[in-house]
């Protein structure tokens, strides 16, 4: 989907600014996020296929971050204009740090020393996507630092608020979709449900079952519906912004 707004764009909404080009550059950035994840999630079942399209999904996240960052920041600065080199590098910098640190993470840990089962059985729908590659003791880093990545947008609040014809709507919609992604990373990190439901009762939570299509709504499932609905809003958001600033 997009992919397929970013390719539309063009057509419907004229421009040739910078802005207006980062925004195309984010849209297409968030696509690859999206494919990237299907990617992953397809092969995670694979102990040593996961090893690498596990790093190549952070990695596309961690660009999208970067990429949106800039994107915004020259929404709302008009081109970045009177923006200093420091402020539009800062968030790609970051990530490219983040994304080196668990790379060489990646490459000193053996496959058996990262790849965990937290849940026991063949449980289709939640044991199935329960057995993954995990940041072991720097989960905290990388919930921490995505957390302080994805709240970037409001370092920019005073130039929202000088230029955007309606900062209101703007800033609701970048603030609802953190709240969203945040609580999504917070529902499938640390309270683990519906999964903890359905592992201790075989009755689980009947909303997230769907035995006719023979799977069932998990935490992670759960995390990229509302990151997508975020990553829209967030678009939403970038677009107004690019059209009346």
């Known amino acids: 989907m997009f992919g397929l707004y970013a390719s539309l764009r063009h057509i419907f909404l004229s421009g040739t600014s910078v ?42 996240i961690y660009i999208s971050i970067s990429i949106g960052s800039v994107a915004d ?9 009177n923006v200093p080199i420091v402020s539009i590098i800062d968030v790609p910098v970051a990530s490219l740090i983040l994304l080196l640190f668990f790379a060489f993470r990646r490459y000193e840990l053996t496959c058996d020393d990262t790849f965990v089962e937290e849940y026991s059985g063949c449980t289709f729908g939640v044991g199935l996507l329960r057995r993954w590659h995990t940041d072991g003791a720097h989960t905290s880093v990388r919930f921490v630092t995505s957390f302080c990545l994805s709240s970037f947008y409001f370092t920019v609040t005073p130039a929202v608020l000088k230029n955007s014809s ?3 709507l703007v800033l609701g919609l970048n603030a609802g979709a953190f709240i969203l992604i945040g609580f999504g990373m917070i529902l499938d990190n ?32 759960l995390w990229h519906i509302l990151a997508f609905v975020g990553a829209v809003m967030i678009a939403l958001g970038r677009e107004y912004t690019v059209l009346y600033v």
């Open 19 to 60: 802005a207006f080009e980062w925004a195309t550059g984010a849209a297409v950035s968030t696509a690859v996020t999206f494919l990237s994840s299907v990617v992953y999630h397809v092969t995670s079942p694979n102990p040593r296929l996961a090893m690498i399209t596990r790093q190549l999904d952070f990695a596309a």
């Open 190 to 221: 640390i309270l683990l449900w519906p999964d903890d439901v359905w592992h201790k009762s075989s009755k689980g939570v009947s909303c997230t079952s769907f035995p006719r299509l023979g799977c069932a709504l998990t935490s992670h499932g």
């Open 73 to 81: 920041l020259a929404a709302v600065t008009r081109g970045f204009v």
């Open 166 to 168: 309606n900062a209101v």
